[in-house]
């Protein structure tokens, strides 16, 4: 009896070994140790595009996509969220968007399956690697494989062949396509049935003339978007050849249209431009400053634009350049003649061009020796002056009214106008970067120099003058700019340069005037400024033109280079209050005289206000309209006609004054 009882206990054990927690379709665990059990199920399913469950057999058709998706159960069968799910399938029958997903909150975890044109069955399998709760190692749990059957998609209607060629990198060719020995291309066909849709994985051949060009592959298959690709390499031989493309579709032969190049040696030039002067301003070869050497390139390419080295290239001046004493420097020497340079490995030759002792356009043509037709000619290169001339160079301030002083004799340190030269030659070119300008001033302090950059395509600089010191007794001072310059002429013959008999504009020699208001020069006072050619005869009138800061009888009828350009720019040292004084006062209006201490301009920018206030008995409040709103930049007092909107009878106006320091001075006017 007890024999018995032990082998119905021994068949029992057994028979519960081999149904080892069931369902293999679900899914294996594995630990890597023995005698573990099922911690987890993954189970996979094939789905339409909607998330609609295949029915079996699973047949997938090219042309449409499908969802391969894993759900993941723990050991109670409740779904396992945020998991990482790995996917595998036969690449050559399907491709997946993603290698792996996380699943949802149901545990589902879905990928894009998109079948190839090919046919063929194969499986969707899936796998993760699964830590149970409370377990230390992670089990791999592996879902069985879901199969599937792949139908290719045949093409409808009769399919159509698009090819183009492309450079290296993709780019489309422009016509006429030219392909360039020594480089590389690209045929890319399109493939599309007749409904547009792209034909995948069909095999297209490609051809052209084995003499001109090879292709590799001569054949490729098209991908997801009907697109094939192979490479064009041009051999040496230069002609006319064509690409074209065939395939097979439904055993049917189509083949796409013929595409043309050219194939051109990379050694023959095409094209010759002019690439660049610089500068492209230099001045005459007697300046005493600036730049008189511009180095001038041209570049010879060939049809591609690549630059063409080991060509000789001839280089010309215009005659109009050579007779301005303009000459080319090679080697250190100075020639009019043509030279004939070799274009080195980018193309390019580069040449130097002096300048010479008048100011003139100048114009370099660049020949190609194999090819006269090839020519180019550099443009915007210019011979200036150099030199500035009185009547083509100005000074200014920003402001020219500064508020400095409280009022009377004293001043508000510190106070700061900027001061902008301008400078220009004879014929109002720009002079050149670098040259130094002198700057002094009656009152306050001024930097001593500037020194001259081209901004905005015109030379100029800038100085500070800051306030210090004593005011002026009238409020008016004066700041003088200088440096060495030409007197201005009038070039009757057109030849850029001064000849005997020409009229010209004569200087004398240049002062600081101590007193800005002052008509006439003081040798008592005023401050002769040394330099340049002085004389001593009286100073003609030129075109009704008077140089200004000049004192009297220091000319010398005679024209000359070297004489001091004076630029003088009147400020005045305005106080802070105003003093108004009223005119034409009358029910409608009233006129307003607005000026410092000293019956100058107030600071410049200072703001004008009016209001109007009433008696209870007035039953409408006039408006007040000015004629301006500000004082202007300048030195002298300004007028302000104020107006009313009614009558202004038994009513006051108060007329307030501003300046940019916040300075208030008000007056009241009643009528």
């Known amino acids: 009896m007890k024999y018995l009882k032990f082998l119905f206990v021994l068949l029992t054990a057994s028979l519960l070994a081999a149904c080892g927690g069931g369902g293999g379709s679900a899914g294996t665990a594995s630990s890597g140790s023995s005698g573990s059990t099922t911690t987890a199920t993954l189970v996979v399913t094939l789905t339409d595009s909607s998330g609609a469950a295949l029915a079996t057999p699973h047949t997938l058709k090219a042309g449409l996509f499908y969802l ?6 723990d050991s109670s069968g409740k779904p396992i969220a ?78 159509t062949l698009s090819l183009a060629l492309t450079d290296s990198s993709g780019v489309a060719l422009s016509t006429p396509r030219t392909f360039l020995t020594g480089s590389s291309y690209k045929a890319k066909v399109t493939v599309l049935d007749a409904t547009s849709a792209p034909i995948s994985n069909l095999v297209v051949n490609f051809t052209t003339d084995a003499t001109l060009a090879t292709i590799s592959p001569s054949s490729a298959l098209t991908d997801a ?59 005459v070869s007697n300046a005493s400053t600036g730049t008189k050497l511009s180095t001038v390139v041209f570049k010879l390419a060939n049809g591609q634009g690549v630059g063409v080295s080991g060509q000789s290239v001839n280089l010309s001046l215009n005659a109009q350049s050579i007779s ?29 061009v002096a300048s010479g002792t008048l100011p003139t356009p100048v114009l370099v043509t660049a020949t190609a020796a194999s090819n006269s037709s090839l020519t180019a000619t550099s443009v ?23 508020e400095a002083s409280p009022g009377g004799t004293s001043i508000i340190q510190g106070v700061q106008a900027t001061i902008t030269v301008l400078l220009s030659d004879r014929m109002g070119n720009p ?3 670098g040259t130094v300008v002198n700057l002094i001033a009656s009152h306050g302090q001024i930097s001593g120099a500037c020194t001259v950059a081209i901004v905005n395509s015109a030379s100029q600089c800038t100085a500070v003058w800051t306030s210090a010191a004593a005011r002026p007794s009238n409020g008016w001072f004066t700041v003088l ?82 004489i001091r350009v004076r630029l003088g720019v009147t400020m005045n040292w305005s106080s802070s209050y105003a003093t108004l004084t009223s005119s034409n006062s009358s029910t409608s209006g009233i006129t307003i005289q607005v000026a410092d201490d000293l019956g100058n301009a107030m600071p410049s920018n200072s703001v004008l206000t009016g209001s109007m206030s009433c008696p209870s008995t007035v039953t409408t409040t006039p408006k007040v309209t000015l004629s301006r709103g500000k004082t202007p930049d300048s030195i002298y007092p300004v007028t302000v006609a104020v107006s009313f909107s009614d009558s202004a009878a038994s009513c006051t106006l108060s007329f307030t004054v501003t300046t940019p320091a916040g300075s208030v001075t008000t007056g009241t006017y009643k009528f």
């Open 324 to 352: 301005a004493g303009v000459a080319f420097v090679v080697n250190g020497t100075t020639s009019t003649g043509v030279q004939t340079l070799v274009t080195d490995q980018n193309g390019l030759v580069s040449i130097n």
């Open 82 to 159: 945020n998991q990482v799910i790995t996917f595998t399938t036969d690449s050559t029958l399907v491709t997946l968007a993603a290698a792996t997903a996380l699943t949802d909150s149901t545990g589902v975890a879905s990928v894009k399956m998109t079948p190839l044109s090919v046919a063929g069955a194969g499986s969707v399998g899936a796998s993760m690697s699964y830590t149970a709760s409370g377990a230390t190692t992670a089990t791999t749990i592996t879902g069985t494989a879901a199969s599937y059957q792949v139908t290719p998609s045949a093409a409808t209607g009769t399919p």
């Open 380 to 402: 915007g290169l210019a011979v200036t002056n150099g030199r500035p001339t009185q009547l083509r160079s100005s000074i200014a301030s920003a402001p020219l009214s500064v």
């Open 481 to 562: 700019a200088y440096l060495d310059g030409e007197e201005d002429f009038v070039d009757a013959n057109g030849n850029n340069q001064y000849d005997l008999g020409e009229s010209f504009y004569d200087e004398g020699q240049a002062y600081l005037p101590k007193d800005a208001k002052a008509s006439a020069y003081s040798a008592a006072t005023d401050q002769p400024i040394a330099g340049g050619t002085i004389g001593t005869a009286a100073c003609a009138v030129t075109n009704s033109t008077v140089i200004p800061y000049m004192i009297p009888n220091t000319c010398d009828n005679a024209w000359t280079s070297s």
């Open 68 to 73: 391969a998706q894993a759900q993941a159960l």
């Open 431 to 433: 002079i050149p970067a």
């Open 225 to 283: 978007n009907g697109v094939a690709t192979v490479q064009i390499v041009p051999l040496t031989l230069t002609g006319a050849g064509s690409v074209q493309a065939s395939a097979s579709v439904n055993g049917a032969s189509y083949s796409s249209s013929a595409v043309s190049y050219q194939v051109t040696s990379a050694s023959v030039a095409a094209s010759l431009s002019f690439v660049s002067a610089t500068p492209t301003s230099i001045v």
